[in-house]
């Protein structure tokens, strides 16, 4: 089974920028569909963006899009999750999930599953 490792959480201003990054513990996911989840303190977990195992499409949520950018590195086996103007309400634990059907499928948020410990991501005003 894939196990992800996030990085890169830490306490921001608003307005500034973070990037996340979510390794592989071993198993190659350049083949899979890939995404990010996040849970804030007293809410429940909610779908943030996701990327086809190519790379080619990408799909975020209203509320970060023209914020966040989503990326990948299949050559490194990674994901990146590039948070730009930085709001309050985008403080939460931030997850990476893989597709549990496994390679080659298209994007399906429903098909995401999270396989990491998160990353905290605090923004204050």
């Known amino acids: 089974q894939v196990q992800l490792i996030e990085s890169g959480g830490g306490s921001v201003q608003a307005g500034d920028s973070l990037r996340l990054s979510c390794a592989s513990s071993?198993?190659?996911?350049?083949?899979?569909?890939m995404g990010w989840f996040r849970q804030a303190p007293g809410k429940e977990r909610e779908f943030v963006a996701a990327?086809?195992?190519?790379?080619?499409?990408?799909y975020y949520a209203d509320s970060v899009k023209g914020r966040f950018t989503i990326s990948r590195d299949n050559a490194k086996n990674m994901m990146y999750l590039q948070m730009d103007d930085l709001k309050p309400e985008d403080t939460a634990v931030y997850y990476c999930?893989?597709?549990?059907?496994?390679?080659?499928?298209?994007?399906?948020?429903?098909?995401?599953?999270?396989r990491g410990q998160g990353t905290l991501v605090t923004v204050s005003s």
């Open positions: 999930a893989v597709d549990k059907r496994g390679s080659y499928y298209p994007v399906s948020e429903r098909m995401l599953e999270v």
């Open positions: 071993g198993r190659t996911v350049s083949t899979y569909a």
């Open positions: 990327i086809s195992w190519t790379g080619s499409s990408e």
